[in-house]
């Protein structure tokens, strides 16, 4: 989105607390797995998307490299590491994060990249032309409408998204690129399910819906008005709590390696997931990673009980297996019941 497109302020969103939430614990550990957000049209749900994009911190990237690669350490593409071997003084540049949305009707080629085989039979040479994968690694990759994609993409995605890399093979010919991003899907439920095994590959899961408090809709419907009227001026007057939410979000990235979590709470998380009859081992491990970020961000030393409850939803809820006509599982109740047995 173009810098002169002013974009509304995160911390100016009313409501929708788990959304923001979960999209903020991606943002401090990618490797949660991304986020799918549900929910009926006119919930902010784009919004939140691209407000957070500018709280998050600039990115050194080795300049001419196409998939804005790190100067140092993992994560850097083939090309670059070569460079480094040599000797090469990588050229740094410092980039804000995008946000890299896919197109609904985005063909395979499009989304992993093509490779030109006929230069490659002829020359020698491996010609790649980069895709949108390429385009997102390092940025926030945003999928609107991500039930109503072809299956076979979604799972392309979702690979990628787990592997962090991006594997191109065509007629023997292999290339690849990182593929690390944050990844961030929408849907309106109206419009159609994904497959629980799609469900099951996001790390975590919000509903959203408008909100039912009159207060509070009034607000959104004032700051929004406000926003269109003159936005330079709403943004200046929200520019304190972004600049401090920014800085919440940058410490909390910094502090997240350093954050323990003890034996006796991963041993109530796999309780939790038995309880709720949850299927494979995928949750158990998002919700050591989410609680461990939530804790990064309230700078505690550990995860504990209050850091697993604070997320137990955004991770279950997509996974617990619900029969037809029963009422949904309470996450929270389990969680108290087995947390106040132990």
């Not at 408090?213 to 304190?240: K, L, S, T």
Request: aromatic share 4%.
């Amino acid at each position: 989105m173009s810098e002169r497109q002013p974009l509304y302020p995160f911390t100016a969103l009313v409501g929708q607390e788990p959304m923001r939430l979960a999209l903020t614990l991606n943002a401090i550990d990618p490797a949660i797995g991304g986020v799918l957000i549900r929910g009926e049209k006119g919930t902010a749900k784009s919004t939140a998307v691209r407000a957070l994009a500018r709280l998050l911190p600039e990115l050194e990237v080795v300049a001419d490299c196409p998939y804005h690669c790190p100067p140092a350490g993992d994560g850097r593409c083939a090309t670059c590491q070569q460079r480094a071997l040599r000797g090469e003084t990588l050229p740094v540049a410092r980039r804000r994060m995008r946000v890299v949305e896919l197109p609904i009707n985005a063909s395979e080629d499009r989304v992993v990249g093509t490779i030109d085989l006929e230069a490659a039979i002829q020359s020698g040479q491996r010609r790649f032309e980069a895709g949108v994968l390429a385009e997102a690694n390092r940025q926030i990759l945003y999928v609107d409408e991500v039930n109503l994609l072809d299956d076979h993409i979604v799972d392309v995605l979702l690979d990628a998204a787990a592997m962090g890399v991006n594997l191109v093979e065509r007629e023997g010919i292999s290339v690849w690129h990182p593929a690390r991003f944050i990844l961030v899907g929408t849907m309106n439920p109206e419009e159609g399910e994904l497959r629980p095994q799609l469900l099951d590959r996001f790390g975590l899961c919000v509903d959203v819906t408008g909100i039912r408090d009159v207060a509070e809709r009034v607000e959104i419907v004032c700051r929004r008005e406000q926003f269109e009227a003159d936005p330079e001026a709403f943004r200046a007057a929200y520019a304190d709590r972004e600049a401090a939410e920014a800085e919440r979000i940058e410490r909390a990235i910094g502090h997240l390696e350093r954050v323990a979590i003890d034996r006796s709470v991963l041993e109530l998380i796999a309780h939790l997931a038995i309880q709720l009859e949850v299927d494979g081992h995928r949750a158990d491990l998002v919700a050591r990673r989410a609680a461990q970020a939530v804790a990064a961000l309230r700078g505690l030393p550990r995860a504990g009980v209050g850091e697993v409850a604070a997320v137990a939803p955004m991770v279950l809820a997509h996974r617990v297996r619900q029969g037809p006509g029963l009422r949904p599982r309470d996450i929270g109740a389990t969680l108290r019941q087995l947390a106040g047995g132990d």
